[in-house]
């Protein structure tokens, strides 16, 4: 097998290829740098089996190149990305004291263009882009989450409806709260409701009570992700309570981009192609999944789960846990349907549990994170 690209993500990273003095560079893939920042020393190497996606060349560069492969930058909206997005990227442009400027922004602006072109785009060009920036939000994904030990891991689902003001939201503000703090990264579909409440706890991870009720009390001004205020309060409560110390990662999607992307994210890795962020989420939620109330989204996200646990697809079977007995036996009635369904065979190896208890779904997570059982690689 031959040795993996070298992946060159930033300008520290191009600083140090360019200055380790090797004449011929091989095997590296430059990605959304700018090679025209030192061109004089990008030009004194040749390069050999490299990839250059997305990059800013100096002139006469592809002279000293052999069996390399360019991928241009593909349009003004997106482009191919070295690093999953933040908050701040997303809505670039935004002010909180000007409403309006919401619709002006990066996330709107490529949401209109997505929207204009077609969400299933027939124009090659346009397809190969969007093709190119989700595999760009792939490659970051794999980069962030590969010193992460899989088992830490854990997925929130449930609907986007859920408002600010419901005690649902509430329970998983400080369910989500008390996992980061045991060591969890939280993930989630990276949106409103239920899956805004998993980040917020998260990003009030490490702080009082009181000022968790505060921030709840700010967010509640605009209880639905349809209220005008609803992002300008979120910042509100970014700016006056800053994260530094925990991270979380939402994966939204521009294919519900009417959804606005929750800011309490630390990492956002936004898909144009939804079937690819669906199954990376359940994917990567080794640690575990929390199904909260939810609606068509939701029993999709625990359908998709169940068949990757009944065939061990990725060698481990992970907690299936449903928070709120009357909503998963009564309301939704998945809860008997997965039972009648292992108890005659038709699933195996599924690690189910229903609950109303908080500390529950805590001691479920925290032993199987525990478990010495191996994972395949």
Same mark, same amino acid.
């Given at each position: 097998?031959?040795?993996?690209?070298?992946?060159?993500?930033? =300008?520290?990273?191009?600083?140090?290829?360019?200055?380790?003095?090797?004449?011929?560079?091989?095997?590296?893939?430059?990605?959304?740098?700018?090679?025209?920042?030192?061109?004089?020393?990008?030009?004194?190497?040749?390069?050999?089996?490299? %990839?250059?996606?997305?990059?800013?060349?100096?002139?006469? $560069?592809?002279? &000293?190149?052999?069996?390399?492969? $360019?991928?241009?930058?593909?349009?003004?909206?997106?482009?191919?990305?070295? /690093?999953?997005?933040?908050?701040?990227?997303?809505?670039?442009?935004?002010?909180?004291?000007?409403?309006?400027?919401?619709?002006?922004?990066?996330?709107?602006?490529?949401?209109?263009?997505?929207?204009?072109?077609?969400?299933? +785009?027939?124009?090659?060009?346009?397809?190969? +882009?969007?093709?190119? /920036? !989700?595999?760009?939000?792939?490659?970051?994904?794999?980069?962030?989450?590969?010193?992460?030990?899989?088992?830490? @891991?854990? #997925?929130?689902?449930?609907?986007?409806?859920?408002?600010?003001?419901?005690?649902?939201?509430?329970?998983?503000?400080?369910?989500?709260?008390?996992?980061?703090?045991?060591?969890?990264?939280? @993930?989630?579909?990276?949106?409103?409701?239920?899956?805004?409440?998993?980040?917020?706890?998260?990003?009030?991870?490490?702080?009082?009570?009181?000022?968790?009720?505060?921030?709840?009390?700010?967010?509640?001004?605009?209880?639905?992700?349809?209220?005008?205020?609803?992002?300008?309060?979120?910042?509100?409560?970014?700016?006056?309570?800053?994260?530094? !110390?925990?991270?979380?990662?939402?994966?939204?999607?521009?294919?519900?981009?009417?959804?606005?992307?929750?800011?309490? +994210?630390?990492? *956002?890795?936004?898909? $144009? !192609?939804?079937?690819?962020?669906?199954?990376?989420?359940?994917? %990567?939620?080794?640690?575990? *999944?929390?199904?909260?109330?939810?609606?068509?989204?939701?029993?999709?996200? %625990?359908?998709?789960?169940?068949?990757?646990?009944?065939?061990?697809?990725? #060698?481990?079977?992970?907690?299936?846990?449903?928070?709120? &007995? =009357?909503?998963?036996?009564?309301? *939704?009635?998945?809860?008997?349907?997965?039972? !009648?369904?292992?108890?005659?065979?038709?699933?195996?190896?599924?690690?189910?549990?229903?609950? =109303?208890?908080?500390?529950?779904?805590?001691?479920?997570?925290?032993?199987?994170?525990?478990?010495?059982?191996?994972?395949?690689?």
């Amino acid at each position: 097998m031959r040795e993996n690209y070298r992946e060159i993500r930033d =300008d520290w990273q191009l600083a140090k290829v360019l200055h380790e003095g090797l004449e011929e560079i091989k095997r590296c893939a430059f990605q959304n740098v700018n090679l025209t920042s030192e061109s004089e020393l990008s030009l004194s190497h040749s390069y050999t089996d490299c %990839i250059f996606l997305g990059c800013t060349l100096p002139r006469g $560069f592809k002279q &000293k190149t052999r069996d390399c492969l $360019f991928f241009p930058k593909m349009g003004e909206t997106f482009h191919y990305r070295s /690093h999953l997005y933040t908050a701040e990227e997303l809505y670039e442009g935004y002010d909180p004291g000007k409403p309006h400027t919401l619709k002006t922004c990066f996330d709107s602006r490529v949401y209109r263009h997505y929207l204009k072109m077609g969400k299933m +785009a027939e124009n090659i060009k346009e397809t190969l +882009a969007r093709t190119l /920036h !989700d595999h760009s939000i792939s490659d970051s994904l794999h980069a962030y989450l590969k010193a992460r030990d899989p088992r830490t @891991i854990v #997925g929130v689902m449930g609907g986007h409806g859920i408002e600010r003001t419901a005690p649902s939201y509430r329970q998983i503000v400080f369910l989500s709260k008390r996992l980061t703090e045991g060591g969890s990264l939280m @993930i989630s579909g990276g949106g409103p409701g239920a899956m805004e409440a998993t980040h917020l706890g998260a990003w009030m991870a490490g702080r009082e009570t009181e000022e968790v009720e505060d921030a709840l009390a700010t967010l509640c001004e605009a209880p639905c992700f349809t209220d005008e205020r609803w992002l300008e309060t979120a910042m509100a409560v970014r700016k006056k309570y800053p994260q530094l !110390d925990y991270e979380s990662l939402g994966m939204p999607t521009w294919l519900y981009g009417h959804e606005p992307a929750t800011p309490f +994210a630390t990492h *956002i890795a936004k898909y $144009f !192609d939804n079937s690819i962020r669906e199954d990376s989420i359940v994917t %990567i939620a080794v640690g575990g *999944i929390v199904y909260t109330p939810g609606s068509a989204g939701t029993m999709q996200e %625990i359908f998709q789960e169940a068949v990757q646990n009944h065939y061990l697809s990725f #060698g481990i079977s992970s907690p299936m846990i449903f928070l709120g &007995k =009357d909503y998963w036996t009564n309301e *939704i009635p998945v809860w008997p349907l997965l039972q !009648d369904l292992v108890a005659r065979g038709k699933y195996k190896n599924l690690r189910l549990t229903l609950t =109303d208890d908080q500390e529950e779904v805590v001691e479920v997570i925290t032993e199987f994170r525990s478990s010495t059982e191996p994972l395949v690689p």
